[in-house]
């Protein structure tokens, strides 16, 4: 065997032992006494509640100075910085796994502890991830995840713009943990923060803008024209467009990426805010529709829905057959679309200064989404309602209309 193979070799046991002893390593059994030395400072100030305190626990001096010498040997050894990441990670992801088991057996799983356990823990991860990689390693993994939230479009960024885009990419994270736990003390509530948050996005993606100039912020975003045409076609390869068609239906998802990012850059207090996003999105599938033909449109949108992909591959184990994927899909497309409308002319009387009994509103969607639910009861029975609803493909949640985000979590 060559000098190169024995030491790829060699390089290949000392990692699986290095690996190997961080895994028996860390999952030793902290002592009582362990717990003395004090916790590691997480991204927090606050104090847990009693049941937190009791039960929730960053790790331990110990446990951080033990798992960060592991990971500096296994640095040393040439072990790229990502696979520690993952080692990390790992670890960690057990390890509140672990403390998530206890304080839901503690607690009966009390949802209002668990809410500020997953918080404690959202605001804890970065600071552990530095303690164990060390302030470079973690900035490297670190701006990696940046890069693949943020810059979907891989454009290449000068050391300054990426530099400036981390900063305003932490500072909106930091914003929403600030959000979240704002909601959980009952200082905002779910709708105020949502459109809080929405006006946060609003502002950090102009200031991407700024920083980028409009087209090459829509490269980093995968919506400029050449990933634009590349995503759509790709999207309509069933449906085979002719040339000419494809052109069409071109020009009208660009024209609508271009309003729905004008609407999300304006204020969100408008009361017909929801209501011209719904607007959108219609127009742009009347469009499609029109280009393409009824049938054809139809056809690609049953392709392109995540529930109705869903019931096709399990149509056996869930008691279906084509006849009843096609009544669930069509029942479920007129509860939203109806109760959209519902919604949307309730929005309408309020913009126009007219009394509006929101009680009523929300009595008469609870009432049609009962209805709705009882009507596909009656049509497959009990049994396979409920593998569709366990599995999250009928759920009544009230439609909003549209999401701030400009995500409507349809392809089409």
Do not use: C
Request: aromatic content about 8%.
């Amino acid at each position: 065997m060559s000098n190169i193979s024995w030491r790829r070799a060699l390089f290949v046991l000392n990692f699986g032992l290095a690996a190997t002893a961080v895994i028996l390593a860390l999952r030793k059994p902290e002592p009582a006494l362990a717990r003395e030395a004090g916790p590691v400072k997480t991204a927090t100030e606050k104090s847990p509640s009693p049941e937190l305190a009791a039960l929730h626990y960053p790790d331990t001096a110990r446990v951080a100075k033990q798992r960060r010498w592991l990971i500096d040997q296994l640095r040393a050894m040439g072990v790229p910085n990502k696979v520690l990441a993952r080692i990390v990670m790992k670890d960690l992801d057990r390890r509140w796994s672990k403390r998530a088991a206890e304080i839901s057996l503690k607690t009966r799983g009390d949802p209002e502890v668990l809410t500020a356990l997953n918080l404690e823990i959202e605001k804890s991860r970065d600071a552990e991830m530095r303690a164990a990689l060390g302030e470079e390693g973690f900035k490297e993994w670190d701006m990696a995840n940046m890069q693949r939230e943020i810059n979907r479009g891989q454009l290449e960024l000068a050391p300054a713009e990426s530099a400036t885009t981390y900063a305003l990419w932490k500072k909106l994270q930091q914003r929403d943990l600030e959000l979240k736990e704002m909601k959980f003390d009952g200082k905002i509530d779910p709708a105020g923060a949502s459109d809080q948050y929405a006006k946060d996005v609003a502002e950090f993606q102009q200031q991407m803008k700024t920083l980028l100039g409009d087209e090459r912020y829509a490269e980093s975003q995968a919506q400029g024209p050449h990933a634009v045409a590349v995503n759509l076609r790709h999207d309509l390869a069933n449906a085979n467009p002719t040339e000419s068609q494809f052109q069409d239906l071109l020009n009208a998802q660009q024209q609508y990426n271009d309003l729905r990012s004008d609407l999300a850059a304006q204020s969100h207090d408008d009361a017909d805010y929801a209501q011209r996003l719904q607007d959108l999105d219609e127009a742009r599938d009347e469009e499609f529709r029109r280009v393409l033909g009824p049938g054809v449109f139809d056809s690609l949108q049953k392709q392109q829905d995540p529930g109705y992909s869903e019931m096709k591959k399990y149509e056996a184990t869930w008691g279906l057959d084509d006849t009843k994927i096609d009544h669930v899909y069509s029942a479920l497309r007129y509860y939203q679309k109806s109760a959209e409308d519902y919604q949307a002319a309730a929005r309408d009387l309020a913009a126009k200064g007219q009394a509006v009994d929101w009680d009523a509103v929300n009595k008469g969607l609870q009432q049609f989404a009962q209805q709705t639910q009882q009507d596909l009861q009656n049509y497959l029975g009990q049994g396979s309602l409920d593998q569709l609803q366990r599995n999250g493909i009928v759920q009544f949640n009230q439609p909003t209309g549209g999401l701030p985000n400009g995500n409507d979590g349809r392809r089409f």
